[in-house]
């Protein structure tokens, strides 16, 4: 089967770093998307890893480890405007992107 | 560049009646569109792909002839909700494949189905 697994929800503070982490059991492997959804919007593309390590983008980064079936997402320098749903995503071997459930993320003041 | 446009943004039937959603890739050709459909709280599921010009390929457990799906020209496809029940209300987004980078799909804004 194809499991794509993520904490369902995290808190943390503004200016603070967090992190999501993503494991995963899929048919092939072809890369994995991180994407923020606001609630009623459709995703917005963040990150893109299909080699091992890290991927800095601004104040979001991204790490994959294939032969752990691992990945996370790092925030830094967290703003108010973060607080989104955050979907790890994984491309199979047909191509297919499988999320995972998302993980609800509120930044506090 | 990579823009996808839906169409309604959002729509409300009765009950028994067919809703026709349109995803457009507005500035590039989509030689694969996907349809997913979103649940309150839950992610995105896949209900289906299609691919110009064929018939598309639905996933497990997704009625075929409740969920008709035109992929007609390699900027537009279509998904009609047809005869439309409460339980069908959800969230449904389209997204693109174009030809430059195989695995990157491109979202459209998402239509909000709500069926009384």
């Known amino acids: 089967g194809q499991n794509i697994d993520q904490p369902t929800e995290m808190t943390a503070t503004e200016g603070a770093i967090v992190q999501i982490n993503c494991t995963y059991q899929?048919?092939?492997?072809?890369?994995l998307f991180w994407y923020q959804q606001h609630a009623g919007e459709a995703p917005t593309f963040l990150s893109y890893?299909?080699?091992?390590g890290l991927e800095e983008k601004g104040r979001f980064s991204s790490f994959l480890s294939r032969s752990k079936g691992y990945s996370y997402l790092l925030l830094k320098e967290l703003q108010m405007k973060d607080s989104a749903s955050y979907l790890c995503a994984v491309v199979n071997q047909g191509g297919k992107l499988i999320f995972g459930q998302g993980t609800e993320l509120s930044v506090k003041p | 560049g990579a823009v996808v446009s839906q169409h309604p943004s959002r729509v409300i039937c009765k009950s028994g009646t067919s809703v026709k959603i349109e995803c457009r890739s507005l500035?590039?050709?989509?030689?694969?569109m996907f349809w997913y459909r979103q649940f309150p709280k839950q992610s995105l599921m896949l209900m289906a792909t299609?691919?110009?010009?064929?018939?598309?390929?639905?996933e497990q457990g997704v009625e075929k002839d409740k969920f008709l799906i035109n992929h007609a020209s390699l900027t537009l496809s279509t998904l009609t909700v047809t005869s439309a029940h409460p339980e069908d209300s959800s969230f449904y987004i389209c997204?693109?494949?174009?030809?430059?980078?195989?695995?990157?799909?491109?979202f459209g804004p998402g239509t909000r189905l709500t069926v009384l």
């Open positions: 997204s693109a494949r174009g030809t430059k980078f195989y695995n990157e799909q491109f």
């Open positions: 899929t048919s092939g492997f072809n890369g």
């Open positions: 299609s691919n110009e010009g064929s018939k598309a390929t639905y």
């Open positions: 500035d590039f050709q989509a030689t694969t």
């Open positions: 890893n299909v080699l091992d």
